[in-house]
């Protein structure tokens, strides 16, 4: 029975996780022409946008999402003030 399980596991571990996604492994040190294409292009430098550009930009994005839903749950808790205190206002008409 544990031979069985053993190759159910074996087949199980074989099987890929995504098929559509093809793993490239290298069998031994990239050709010229590889090197030559991973290799940094200077004319394209220029383009290239920097790193730390990119996470202020992100940093503002979240400071203003955080301030929208502060401002969305303040205006929130606002009216609903505003709601209890009218209710508060107009039982204090009713019993008088």
Same mark, same amino acid.
Request: aromatic share 8%.
């Given at each position: 029975?544990?031979?069985?399980?053993?190759?159910?596991?074996?087949?199980?571990?074989?099987?890929?996780?995504? #098929? @559509?996604?093809?793993?490239?492994?290298?069998?031994?040190?990239?050709? %010229?022409?590889?090197? +030559?294409?991973?290799?940094?292009? #200077? %004319?394209?430098?220029?383009?290239?946008?920097?790193?730390?550009?990119?996470?202020?930009?992100?940093?503002?994005?979240?400071?203003?999402?955080? +301030?929208?839903? %502060?401002? @969305?749950?303040?205006?929130?808790?606002?009216?609903?003030?505003?709601? @209890?205190? %009218?209710?508060?206002?107009? +039982?204090?008409?009713?019993?008088?």
């Amino acid at each position: 029975m544990q031979g069985g399980l053993r190759a159910f596991a074996k087949r199980v571990v074989a099987v890929p996780r995504f #098929p @559509s996604v093809q793993v490239r492994r290298m069998a031994g040190e990239p050709g %010229a022409r590889e090197k +030559a294409l991973l290799a940094e292009d #200077p %004319a394209l430098k220029e383009f290239q946008s920097t790193k730390g550009t990119i996470q202020m930009i992100k940093r503002f994005g979240d400071v203003l999402v955080m +301030a929208v839903v %502060a401002g @969305s749950v303040y205006e929130i808790y606002w009216r609903v003030e505003a709601r @209890s205190a %009218a209710r508060a206002e107009e +039982a204090a008409k009713t019993t008088v």
